[in-house]
């Protein structure tokens, strides 16, 4: 049985372990289509858990070493013959610290944190080494490096949207983007519109800018195009955001035909559109952006946040020449200058490939999630999409609220989201429903956790009362 000299390298147990395995590759000690130690054989040789084990697979199945095969076990692949899965395995089981508590949060929707770290990691210590981390270290221009901008507008051809990179800018995040485009477009006193279940982050900004808001009812598609026009012709309203792929809370995507609607009602009235596209990426069918129908009056909004690393704080905004002035000096007024750090960081991921193998990790996994979802959940309503990071789910009749449900949640270690939360006009609209993040902790323990949810729904109120 193979077994890995530990104490060549430095690091955490799993990282040592695949290191080993690398080293042991490319020496001829282990030769193509050797079969590896079983996670119990390997942690029992070793004195660890099979989940760290199983970790240090992971890591080295994402470097293109070895490939798992179900039902026969783990395979050396030989290097040079990196390739990413369609569908990857589950993540590691020990990739939660030790000693953390039970608590499971699934009121933020988020990507995995296993498929994030190696993957940051990487680029972190190619940050560190690069030629180009003094002049990271200095001062930007207005809007960004031109090499960061013209990596903005390369994301954003990948999501459909012939970005420009003279027209993109550089924001802290796209919550920043949303501050920016708010307070550089809009004045106090003016409304601005948005789905009527919206993610709380919108009337975060729109309220603490002075600025009214407002909620457009919704259908299955998202913002309704009549209850648009016809508040349009109440209120001229100056703004109008939306977010028309996997809708936060609902996970609605909204028809080519829909968004091309919606475009014309904003010229018709002369509407400023922003398209908040965090989970374009997520799409189950490739869609155009709502900012490819109405160009000239659309400011397109995307980040990294959800499809590659939550806490690369870089969001890139993309709109008409004559906003960029007004713009850029919102963004200087609000943190001076993005990061140049977090930017090259974003620029090697994209330039390189990995950032949409990142991407593509993260819709995997939530594919895989959200057929878990259904197996545990399907008996109860709920709207989703099969590639969404969360599920909109009806409580049955007898639950008052959201917030009911989640403060019986909160009792069993669960943090959920009330649909209160979400309802923009104050008038009740999801009430009766939670949004359950689905990409937290691993696989294992997300089957655990809506098992138990399942439990809960079903709950007899005298057993908690």
Known sequence: MWSPNLQASDGPIY??????????IRSGLLSVGSRLPTLKELA????????????????AQRRGL?????????????????????????????????????????????PNMAIQEPYVRAAMLELAQSPTLTEMLDYTPDGGHPLHRQAGASWMHHTGLPAKSEQVLLTAGAQ??????????TKPGDLVLCESLCYPGVASVVLSLGRRLRGVRMDEQGMDPTNLRD????????????????????????????????????REFDVILVDDDLYGFLAPTPVPPLASFA????????????????????????????????????????????????????????????????????????????????????????????????????????????????ALARGHQLLLSGGDAFSVNRDGEGRQHVRIALMASTREQMRFVLTKLRGLLDTPDSAWL
Not at 15 to 24: Q, T, Y
Not at 176 to 185: F, K, P, Q, Y
Not at 233 to 254: F, G, L, S, W
Not at 317 to 331: D, K
């Open 44 to 59: 029992a040789a070793l004195g660890v858990t099979p989940g760290t084990v199983n970790r240090a697979y992971e890591l």
């Open 176 to 185: 920043h983007g949303l501050l920016v485009s708010v307070s550089a477009l």
């Open 66 to 110: 070895v490939e798992g095969e179900v039902g026969r076990g783990t395979f050396v692949r030989g290097h040079g013959e990196k390739a990413v899965p369609a569908v990857p395995p589950a993540p590691p089981f020990a990739s939660l610290p030790e000693a953390s508590s039970e608590w499971v949060d699934l009121s933020i929707v988020k």
């Open 295 to 406: 160009p000239e009056r659309t400011l397109y909004l995307t980040s990294l946040s959800k499809s590659v690393a939550s806490t690369v704080r870089l969001g890139y905004l993309h709109g008409p020449p004559e906003w960029l002035a007004r713009l850029a000096a919102s963004v200087r007024t609000s943190v001076w200058m993005v990061s140049p750090l977090a930017a090259q960081l974003a620029t090697n991921l994209i330039t390189s490939g990995k950032a949409h193998e990142m991407a593509q990790a993260q819709r995997s996994e939530a594919q895989a999630r959200q057929l878990m979802a259904k197996e545990l959940l399907g008996q109860f309503e709920y709207r989703s999409q099969s590639t969404a990071f969360h599920v909109w789910l009806k409580l049955p009749a007898r639950w008052t609220s959201g917030d009911q449900f989640a």
């Open 231 to 266: 508040v349009c012709k109440q209120e001229r309203p100056a703004m109008v955001i939306c977010i028309a792929t996997c809708q936060n809370p609902t996970t609605a995507v909204m028809s080519a035909a829909r968004r091309s609607e919606i475009a014309e009602i904003a």
């Open 15 to 24: 990282e040592r372990i695949a290191a080993a395995l690398e080293r042991d």
